[in-house]
């Protein structure tokens, strides 16, 4: 979920003071498919940032993704494309210009960590 929040400072923290909710993903929890593209996005999204870092145009990237998946307007290419772009935006190259055939295979070697978030959503057959 997305919320805007008003804050006010106070001498020694900000003071939540209000709280809107901007997006909502909880019809997200009755869809596999959609659950599985969320939680792999927001892992590699996990991966490539850093805690610090607070740059507003990958942040709205990053929610015009999830909020295109949560519509269901977002198919495989687009989400495919719109990672890619994230991944440029942090200063690597493009997918298109690596070894790697899939975003998984190249965060896991920008990351140095596997992903663990299709592990555990893939349905078994």
């Given at each position: 979920?997305?919320?805007?929040?008003?804050?006010?400072?106070?001498?020694?923290?900000?003071?939540?003071?209000?709280?809107?909710?901007?997006?909502?993903?909880?019809?997200?929890?009755?869809?596999?498919?959609?659950l599985r593209r969320l939680s792999q996005i927001l892992e590699i999204?996990?991966?490539?940032?850093?805690?610090?870092?607070?740059?507003?145009?990958?942040?709205?990237?990053?929610?015009?993704?999830?909020?295109?998946?949560?519509?269901?307007?977002?198919?495989?290419?687009?989400?495919?494309?719109?990672?890619?772009?994230?991944?440029?935006?942090?200063?690597?190259?493009?997918?298109?210009?690596?070894?790697?055939?899939?975003?998984?295979?190249?965060?896991?070697?920008?990351a140095e960590h596997r992903l663990h978030s299709f592990e555990y959503?893939?349905?078994?057959?």
């Open positions: 979920n997305r919320i805007k929040v008003m804050l006010i400072p106070t001498s020694s923290m900000m003071l939540l003071t209000q709280a809107t909710l901007q997006a909502d993903l909880s019809s997200t929890w009755s869809n596999l498919n959609q999204v996990d991966r490539l940032l850093m805690e610090a870092e607070s740059d507003p145009e990958i942040f709205l990237l990053v929610a015009e993704l999830l909020e295109a998946v949560q519509a269901q307007t977002a198919s495989d290419t687009l989400v495919r494309e719109q990672l890619d772009i994230l991944i440029q935006s942090l200063g690597f190259p493009s997918l298109s210009e690596t070894k790697h055939q899939s975003i998984n295979e190249y965060v896991v070697e920008l959503l893939k349905v078994a057959s």
